[in-house]
């Protein structure tokens, strides 16, 4: 018997296990990819001016104002300007080595930003090999380079790569004290992700209750960001076969985004069919059913941008009529998916 297969966004993430995938386990990233939490704090915006001449201040605001009105090419010429000008300082004598950290920083997220990864990865590396010589002060810019190419990587197949930094940052985060533990939450989360998919379900979790905590206490308990997290352990407990946990979180992340959206978005679809899979797995078929129809209806009422959460929803209840022998309802439900999402449905 096939396990039910709801399904990751793949906006979020590419990962899945086995053969059971949950809906909508959502990564976090420096650069914003349609709800992208960890860019709830914007591009580096450089609001504190690093020391270096007065060329290099006026560089520093006119990125600072391109980012903000969203001219990121322009940014991004400005950003490559003073970040030669801060080196032939540095190099110089005549500024800080933070300085250049600084403008590395906000270069390599515009890099990021305009998808040049291997230019980010070049200017997060050079960064962090001068932060060597910026000594203390540098420690909020280590951390945002070192989160910033591990994030990098993580959303480029590089998991491997990316967990040593992202430890790294949320080590450096931490000993910032309270100003970095809401930062340090999205970075939890991602790791949690990548620790779940080499099956360390142990660390994983604690990674993602340590997100919680800090989402719970920074932006409250009913936000949505919350929701997000609640959504992956449930499908982390639902790995460790912990199938009432996995309800609950479920249930706490539906409840929320119900408060917070109204009755009707994509998000309650995700966590309906995630609650949908941890009935049916368990053999709890009546209440399976029930969520799926629930999830049915919210995703058809506009499925662009989650025909993949749509599609594998839709299989496993298909999967459900046919564990139950009805093979007509099954492929009834099939073709009406198919028919909704053409060639999407294959993906």
């Keep these: 018997m096939n396990w039910p297969v709801p399904s990751p966004r793949e906006s979020y993430s590419r990962r899945g296990w086995a053969n059971y995938v949950l809906v909508g386990e959502i990564a976090c990233s420096l ?197 997000t997290v609640l959504n992956n352990l449930g499908g982390l407990y639902t790995f460790m076969s912990r199938p009432e946990e996995a309800a609950e979180m479920h249930q706490k992340a539906l409840e929320i985004r119900q408060d917070s959206d109204g009755r009707n978005t994509p998000d309650q679809a995700q966590s309906l069919s995630n609650l949908a899979a941890v009935f049916h797995r368990e053999g709890d078929f009546a209440r399976a059913q029930r969520y799926y129809e629930q999830a049915r209806h919210l995703f058809e009422r506009d499925v662009r941008g989650v025909e993949a959460d749509y599609a594998i929803a839709m299989r496993n209840f298909a999967a459900l009529y046919r564990e139950q022998g009805d093979e007509a309802q099954a492929s009834a439900t099939e073709d009406a998916a198919r028919a909704r999402l053409g060639d999407r449905w294959q993906e």
């Excluded at 960890?38 to 290099?56: A, I």
């Excluded at 940014?75 to 950290?101: F, I, Y």
């Excluded at 305009?114 to 001068?130: I, N, P, T, V």
């Excluded at 930094?165 to 910032?176: E, G, N, Q, R, S």
């Design 31 to 227: 650069v914003r990819r349609r709800l992208n939490l960890y860019n709830r704090v914007p591009l580096n915006l450089m609001t504190k001016s690093p020391p270096g001449s007065k060329l290099l201040d006026v560089l520093r605001k006119r990125v600072s104002s391109l980012i903000a009105e969203g001219r990121m090419e322009e940014a991004l010429r400005v950003a490559q300007t003073a970040a030669d000008a801060a080196r032939r300082q540095v190099s110089g004598g005549d500024a800080p080595a933070r300085t250049l950290v600084s403008f590395l920083l906000t270069l390599a997220d515009l890099q990021r930003a305009l998808d040049d990864h291997a230019g980010a990865e070049r200017s997060y590396l050079e960064g962090l090999r001068w932060s060597e010589d910026a000594g203390e002060p540098a420690v909020f810019e280590v951390a945002r380079l070192q989160a910033g190419l591990a994030s990098l990587y993580d959303f480029t197949g590089r998991e491997s790569e990316a967990a040593p930094l992202y430890a790294a940052a949320i080590h450096a985060l931490d000993a910032l004290g309270a100003d970095g533990q809401l930062e340090a939450a999205y970075l939890h989360n991602n790791l949690a992700m990548i620790l779940k998919g080499e099956g360390d379900f142990v660390l994983a979790e604690q990674h993602y209750r340590a997100a919680l905590k800090a989402f719970q206490v920074g932006l409250g308990l009913t936000s949505t960001t919350v929701a």
